[in-house]
Each structure stands twice: as structure tokens, then as C-alpha cells.
């Protein structure tokens, strides 16, 4: 089932004018991981009970990629059904025809899930970076949802670009009350309620960043 599996794809693949992904010993490895632990600790899902994803299994395969991904079944014990429910599902369908990707491994085995006896599939795939080891390359198909950069890395922390806007404005206000010191503006009654309000904006804005620069950086 696993071989028709490979080949059942990339016959999808060759239809949509696709290449045909190769297998990949690594992402064969990733796969069974993936199917043991589901067997494991009865579940099903893309995240396990204890928040493991696709990405923590293939990274723990060893396999080096710009982009992966992921797609399951359940339940069915013959190739063509299998495939045809996945081109039938817009998430599934998009995954096995992308573009980008170029290896797949794939795990098929039987076991229990709540009680119930059900043969599971784990297809794995990826886009390779150049330090990825490649096996033997064989005939090969599969696709699923992946993220464009490794999770492990991600690009730019969340709260950077609100800790540089707040300092932004931080410094003006610094600016405006010395320029109200030098002008000597403060010492006109009118703009003493001006000069209390910026002098309190300052002291929330600094205490602010005094509290997150070390989570941030």
C-alpha cells in the first residue's frame, strides 16, 4: 500500500503537469515516527497530546529543509480511495500538487485508536535545503500544509517592532519637554499642564521598556 501510495500521487502529479517527487529514507523515518506516536498515545491529528508537530519528527529524522509538511488518513484500506478523498480536500489537493517540494516518505500501518482497530498513513514531504543527506531516489509521492521557514527559527520576534515604535515615541517626548526646558516654556503657567503630561508619558513609556527589553532581547 505504501508503494501504491508513492505512485498514486505522483500519477495525480504527472496529470497537473507536476514533477514527481522522490522518496526519501529520512522522511520514511519521520513518517513511522510520526504513525508510532499517534499508535502510541491515541490520537490522530497533526499535533500530538503533548504538542509534538510534524516539523518535530522530521527534524528528529535529521532531514535539513526549506519547507515540509504533513497529510494524514484514517481508515482506509485501499490506495485509490485514500487519494481520491485527499484530492477531494482543497488542503490535501494543494499539498500534494505544490510546486515547491521534491522528496516524500510515507508510513502505513495498523493499530488501535480509541479502542478501535484502523490502519493509519503518514505522508510526509519537504523542500530540501543544501545541507539535507538524500537517500537513494525512488518513484515517490506526497504533500501536505508546511510553513516557509523552519518553526525552530523563527524571523523576527513579535514584539520587536512595538518595542521600536515605543521607543520612537519615547524620544520625541524626551525631545519636546528639553526643547520646553531651553525655551523655558515650562515656567509659563499655560503650558505647565503640558509639561506634567509629557514628563508622565515619559515615565510610563520608560518603565515600559525597562520591564520588556530583557524579553525582548
Known amino acids: 500500500m505504501q508503494k501504491q501510495i508513492f505512485s498514486g500521487i505522483n500519477k495525480q502529479r504527472e496529470i497537473n503537469n507536476e514533477s514527481a517527487l522522490k522518496e526519501n529514507n529520512l522522511l520514511d523515518m519521520a513518517a513511522k515516527s510520526k504513525l508510532q506516536d499517534m ?3 491515541n490520537y490522530w491529528d497533526h499535533t500530538s497530546p503533548t504538542g509534538e508537530k510534524a516539523w518535530t519528527f522530521i527534524d528528529n529524522a535529521g532531514y535539513n529543509y526549506k519547507s515540509a509538511g504533513e497529510n494524514l488518513a484514517k481508515g482506509f484500506s485501499n490506495s485509490t480511495v485514500m487519494i481520491s478523498a485527499w484530492m477531494a480536500s482543497p488542503s ?24 478501535h482497530e484502523v490502519t493509519l498513513a503518514v505522508q510526509l514531504f519537504g523542500e530540501p535545503s543544501i545541507a539535507t543527506t538524500s537517500s537513494p531516489q525512488l ?19 513579535g514584539r520587536v517592532p512595538y518595542f521600536i515604535l515605543y521607543s520612537i515615541v519615547f524620544a520625541l517626548l524626551i525631545f519636546d519637554g528639553i526643547m520646553m526646558r531651553l525655551n523655558k516654556e515650562h515656567k509659563d ?11 508622565g508619558i515619559n515615565t ?11 524579553t525582548i532581547f
Do not use: E, M
Open 139 to 157: 518513484v515517490a509521492g506526497t504533500k501536505s500544509v508546511s510553513p516557509s521557514f523552519n518553526l525552530k527559527n523563527p524571523l523576527l520576534p
Open 39 to 41: 499508535l502510541a498515545k
Open 92 to 115: 490535501h489537493k494543494r499539498n500534494i500538487l505544490d510546486k515547491d517540494f521534491t522528496d516524500t516518505g510515507v508510513a502505513v500501518g495498523n493499530g488501535k485508536i480509541n479502542g
Open 189 to 199: 503657567r499655560k503650558n505647565l499642564n503640558r509639561f506634567r503630561f509629557s514628563l
Open 204 to 214: 510610563v513609556f520608560l518603565a515600559f521598556i525597562i520591564i520588556n527589553i530583557r
